[in-house]
């Protein structure tokens, strides 16, 4: 775990949390997953406080959400990250870069904050309003989840069968 992945930008987490120190002295990170040896020394370096948690199934994922006051998402590339659906299903506020899926469903605040990949300070920036406003962005989270439903599994099913129709031939299991 002490060999970064940098596609996943851990420096540049590591980069943002430093910013976000001086402005929230209680800051305190929690990590998931495995791996996370290179994030955690550089956050003892910061003397941030973190708790790395991992879960043994992915159904307890969701009680992580519900201690947090935000999500960041610092990554150079990705695929996905299930996280962004997640942290908007779970009225997490999300700040992000523009990678993935973000680019699709992120409106730029006005469901979460994007940025480009290695703004570090855009990510600061965004992270601290989330925090400072904390009590007013009831309407971004809303739209978030309205977001993630829309983008859940039982919501795109349909879309799915229609996209394939004409493409796999149907067989009826006997």
Sequence with gaps: ?????????????????????????????VLSGPSRGYVKEGLTRL?????HVYPKRYEEVGQLFQALDLYLVTSREERGPKAIL?????????????VGQAADLVEHGRNSWMVEAEDIEGLAHWAWHAIDRRFSLT????????TAEEHSYEAQMPLWRRFFEGYVERRSVC
Excluded: N, Q
Aim: hydrophobic letters at 40%; charged letters at 30%.
């Design 1 to 29: 775990g002490r060999e970064p992945k940098l596609i996943k930008g851990p420096d540049v987490f590591l980069r943002t949390v430093e910013l976000l120190k001086p402005r929230i002295p209680e800051l305190h990170v």
């Design 139 to 146: 309407p971004v989270l809303e739209l978030a989840r309205k």
């Design 86 to 98: 997640e942290s908007m299903a779970s009225g997490v506020p999300l700040i992000t870069t523009r």
């Design 47 to 51: 003397g941030v406080p973190y708790r």
